[in-house]
């Protein structure tokens, strides 16, 4: 294909297929703590960490990492002490980290070299050689993790208090958990926009698990609607010069739809036959 000729797009694809091994896995286990909605708060959060970078004249990336991480925790606290209302935790923390963003860029005197925008809306197509490599080192991290603690993982998701009877150590898991997500939105987010990283963690997952019959083999499904989706969106925004984020958003939710609808008429053809 003739884009592949450019370096921006190679570049483009390498993240890709970085975040498509990232994604599904955190994805997954979000959709199954019934904590799909972090990934898009912490995604919010995270321009609060863009915003005190700007300010303090630094790179963004260490205090979006300090505030992202930060977040996760206090989240996960929230969570406890609200056990019966979790969703409580991810609306405070959203509004909180939504408000104080916008406070840090009203101090900022020098708006005119800073625009939030950039980061809420992102662009894979111009993610430097770095921004590939981290996102390589952040995949690694991830699959092995996943790898490691697949067992004690599954049974958290479905059911903590069975996870507390067998012996296994929820509440550090779970925060090591929550982190991990941090960590994950805080790399991703500079590169693909806030915006986007909540649609590739939350979509391709949400339509694996339509199609899919094992834990496993969801991940396996996100990984390759991933892969679709971002290959898909990126070659839409170089041939049609549509925003690349948006192109990507636009495909999953086409495949969910796509999904859903197969799904169904499938359905209905097996109970009348």
């Not at 390589?136 to 790898?147: C, D, E, G, Q, S």
């Not at 969910?256 to 008429?265: E, G, T, Y």
Request: charged share 10%; with cysteine.
């Amino acid at each position: 294909m003739a884009m592949l000729q450019f370096d921006f797009i190679q570049r483009a694809l390498m993240a890709g297929l970085a975040i498509s091994f990232i994604t599904p896995i955190l994805g997954l286990l979000l959709i199954l703590r019934r904590q799909s909605l972090m990934a898009d708060t912490l995604a919010h959060i995270s321009l609060a960490g863009v915003a005190l970078g700007a300010l303090l004249g630094i790179q963004p990336t260490w205090p979006t990492l300090l505030i992202v991480v930060l977040a996760s925790l206090i989240i996960e606290y929230l969570r406890i002490v609200f056990v019966d209302f979790s969703e409580i935790s991810v609306a405070m923390m959203m509004a909180t980290g939504m408000a104080f963003a916008l406070m840090l860029v009203g101090l900022n005197s020098n708006q005119g070299n800073f625009q939030i925008e950039q980061f809420l809306f992102g662009s894979i197509i111009l993610v430097s050689e770095e921004g590939v490599r981290l996102l390589i080192a952040l995949a690694v991290l991830v699959v092995l993790l996943y790898l490691i603690f697949r067992k004690p993982l599954y049974v958290i998701s479905f059911d903590e208090a069975t996870a507390k009877t067998l012996g296994l150590p929820v509440r550090f898991i779970s925060v090591c958990f929550s982190v991990l997500t941090g960590l994950a939105i805080s790399v991703m987010m500079p590169i693909v926009g806030a915006l986007l990283v909540s649609a590739l963690i939350v979509i391709p997952s949400a339509t694996a698990i339509k199609i899919s019959r094992s834990f496993a083999q969801a991940i396996l499904v996100g990984v390759l609607i991933n892969l679709l989706g971002i290959f898909a969106g990126i070659s839409a925004s170089f041939y049609w010069d549509t925003p690349p984020g948006a192109s990507i958003t636009m495909v999953f939710i086409l495949i969910f739809a796509l999904v859903s609808l197969s799904h169904r008429i499938f359905s209905k053809l097996n109970r009348r036959a």
